[in-house]
């Protein structure tokens, strides 16, 4: 059985999950793409061969051939185009975040249940091979019971200062992709967090009232205390590493490199510098990510990344911030929507 | 711009370039498919939108608006076909080995050269990140001149009996991969050849007339001493591996793997098994070889993969059983065509 | 020149030292072992040609011909020590802690400074030719301005219930190690402390009155965030790594092992647990330590771990206690002595 | 139980094994030292507090009280020197090579036996817990039926031509070693030998008569397949490396560090250095064949390391040679006394 897909955005990531839908996931055929910049949406259509390029996804919404969309515009579009997607019975791949708003995020999670469709959120990490392997050894059991988890997630360099201004800050443009993989790897919810965090990097993000180095600790139901370790710069590349640490071992995980080759010379021993960014690193994720999407879709079975995944690094991110502008430990649960 | 493409032989490796030329390389147009078994070649094209499937090649060759072939069919058909595509003036991209004879492979180079078409051959290896890493080290000086060269290449497990009868033996459709490994290293041209090898993992691969198990000491004409480790059956999975030494340093890659995750417990720290098997391992390879060809193809430039370079891995392959049988070392130039 | 030196006490460090000091440090000459249990003082001067063996430290004292002592008593011994010491004219090498109450380190740190004798505290750790490369990278300006720190410091398995009881508690009889070794990689003060900590490994340990499991945030003068994993139980081994990250890098070190063999079978690619515990890997860095401490003593130069540096982690670690007892961040200046 | 020990040879090995006897080693106590220098025995007499230095070994052969030999003196004395002392009816630890005329060895390893004194030969390398770590894992079948090996053994920089031209040349002086590391870890004789090596490293090495690299082709009775990479001049120190493939896995060794300690900066990832030189790197493995042999006198067991292990990677060397000058693989048993 096929299914057919609208993709609605044809930026940078939306190109990608059109590429990858067309290319290498089975059991799908795109038929329209849409973006309010038609040129974007007309050059990615002929491009891969999709039949239709619009400029209006409600197109796509009224098209009763397409049964599901993957929704890859500004962010600040997200929830009412899960709204209405859902209105139209279309299931729904949306990217992350759904919104900065509590509200909005409930009203689209409210919308996609009353509607009966389904909905995954674009964690596209969990499907990372490095970190579905550590989710995999603690939840069989490999490790026994977790203790501590430790997240170093480091970008190569920072946006520019316009992204950082709309953004909605570290914890939400950066660290909330940790957030949800803290969830992820340990199993639990995460019930406090404590935030230190600076300006480092460049005083330029500080003056945009952003921060760019952070240390974020969490509590998890389950007890486990982890850590976050954020930095908008990393002058060597994408560094991406977790370790989960529990009564019967530890798995962790190290970077991924371009090759393997080791030069030793009169200097040093040494290697390349790892993969440098998320395009090069979570290939495989983006993949595997949409065809999980397609699989659940065709054979009716529950997405893997759900709206309240969707919900609550948005939470973990303003307990981040709050914790972080008080100095003091904050629960989630002090956080309203 | 752009050229037509015809690919010969729609069996596994036929697939995975078809594939590949579809989905994954620029500047060309697959218009057809060609399989003796045409249900083969029908089932590739319905699945990539290839225009025409066909069961004989011939219609590829007669056909103006293609103007190169992808052969992938059976080995000894290959010097043929490559006659037949230089005479209809397709520039070809060729599966090895060309030939097990070496006035086959002379006569096809031949029909190349006199046809003034181009023709590569898919020692695909080459395009290895890893590999291509350590050429481009010696090749740039980063270890001086080289002194020692070391390939170790082991299979996770030996093909059919029935595959063994017909494959010409380990040195032709294994080692040769080497043998072109090797000579791409170290830019240099092997000159003798010492072989000591035994049945080690199945008496019945002895009982077929073939080695399982291969050590190979080459001398090059610019004074490197290389050896070549070959198995047919490595149990914890497929093992490639270089390391080249040299009067400034040395440079050697590792195995890849599925993940990075690394599982401590109480009884040792351990990691999963490398990529199995080299449909996995040099998947990259693929594509980047294929974008080569026809980037040749289309700039006009010279291939990466020479016919030269598809006859000498013969001779060595020759000379290789010659010294195994023999128990001495054997000249290059004592192997006539 | 040469040094003559006493040693108080004969239990385990005690022994190590005496060793260490009779073998492989040049410069010294141990002219006398004391311990209340004098057959273990016995037992020692023997095995090591020590000429004098009592149960009575004050003979030490009172030798003219000793110039320095080395204080391994029980912990409750050593500010008084270190006072008599101070006021029988000796330089003093003192185990660490010097004690956990505040106002005696003072004392004895006054004691010293007054008597003009050196006194060096046993922060072994900064010995670690790993550490030392870690602190040299960051004070030479390898990873430019220090960012972000991070301690694993894991042990094999908890102590007795028996020596809980008295240690004074994890931050106390473990985590002081990486207090210190927490300001001596990133060569400034920490000046606040966040602690989550729990009961995961033995719930023994928290009848106790202790914890088993802890994750420390550090805020340091210069802005450098930090953290700090300890276990009492890592069923691995030994488990004692560190990573700064800064404005131009990161530097990170592994564990130490017996044996750099990886075997690969069909189940995995592995090798052997880390070296077990304290006395197997930081074995080079007592021997490094004691040299230290003669040559600071032969050559009168300063010496490399202070009297201030033995004070300033207890009060780490009575911050760290607050801080989990009150869950809340403790600035280091609301501890008084 | 305690030995009496006398050491003959107070160059730089000498001293290493007095220092080892006197502070590491267990159940001896080292009586005399004897150098036909005497301010050389007399040095590290008095350093070590031996109580007998002297300019005649003789002296130790008739002391009474002495109940084993060291000896450390020139490599052309020692056959002589095990003659006379198993005549005094001393246990005999002997430096290798025994000689460079098997005649000369066959004549040392008849005394010893004659004598009924213990014989153990200087092949350090054993007793280093990475290669020992290898054998294991052959022994207790870890990784089946072993099939191949190689060892890769290269010096940081050539010795001086002054001591190339009476070291006997690089099978004598380097390989010798990896002769018996061969025959250590796969536990089986070699049957024949294939030489390719070169001078490329440094002509005045070819001037002086000798070769600077090498691969070495090794046949063993039981099948398997070995090599050795040798060289003279590896720039970036020390590479003592082993592999052993077999039917259920492999295992491998790495070099040793100084430190762990991984820097990443924008230039790449890399880390210092191996240990420079055999002093550093193979530390441990002289403590440890000192108390093996002592407690094989002690305890009346069989020594670890023969006399015939002594005798059998000389004629390995001279197979080398002659396989090297012959260009053919030359069989053990073609090499007569």
Not at 38 to 49: C, D, G, K
Not at 308 to 334: F, Q
Request: with cysteine; aromatic share 6%.
């Amino acid at each position: 059985m096929t299914i057919n897909i609208g993709i609605i955005g044809a930026g940078r990531i939306g190109k990608v999950h059109a590429e990858t839908l067309v290319t290498s996931v089975k059991g799908v055929k795109v038929l329209a793409i849409a973006d309010v910049a038609l040129p974007a949406a007309q050059e990615t259509a002929a491009r891969l061969n999709i039949p239709t390029a619009t400029a209006d996804y409600r197109q796509l919404l009224d098209n009763p051939d397409i049964q599901a969309v993957i929704i890859c515009s500004a962010t600040d579009t997200h929830a009412q185009m899960i709204v209405e997607s859902a209105e139209a019975g279309k299931h729904i791949f949306c990217e992350k975040p759904i919104a900065f708003d509590l509200k909005k995020i409930d009203s689209a999670l409210q919308a996609a249940e009353k509607a009966g469709v389904k909905l995954q959120i674009g964690f596209n990490r969990r499907f990372d091979p490095n970190f579905a392997r550590v989710r995999q050894a603690v939840q069989n059991g490999e490790i026994g019971q977790p203790h501590m988890l430790h997240i170093i997630s480091r970008d190569p360099a920072p946006p520019p200062i316009s992204y950082i201004k709309v953004s909605g800050g570290i914890f939400f443009d950066m660290t909330i992709h940790d957030f949800d993989m803290a969830r992820f790897l340990i199993g639990s919810e995460v019930t406090e967090i404590y935030t230190a965090a600076g300006v480092m990097v460049d005083p330029a993000i500080g003056e945009a009232g952003d921060l760019d180095t952070a240390v974020i600790m969490l509590k998890f139901a389950n007890g486990v205390i982890g850590t976050i370790d954020n930095s908008r710069k990393a002058v060597y590349g994408y560094d991406q590493r977790v370790e989960v640490f529990g009564s019967r071992g530890a798995v962790n995980t190290g970077n991924q490199y371009p090759n393997s080759a080791v030069v030793s010379t009169v200097d040093n021993i040494r290697r390349d510098l790892p993969l440098n960014f998320f395009m090069e690193r979570y290939t495989e994720s983006y993949r595997a990510e949409m065809q999980a999407f397609i699989t659940a879709v065709v054979e009716d079975k529950p997405v893997p990344v759900t709206g309240l995944d969707g919900h609550i690094p948005v939470v973990m991110g303003m307990a981040a911030l709050k914790s972080y502008k008080e100095n003091r430990p904050v629960r989630l649960d002090e956080i309203q929507a």
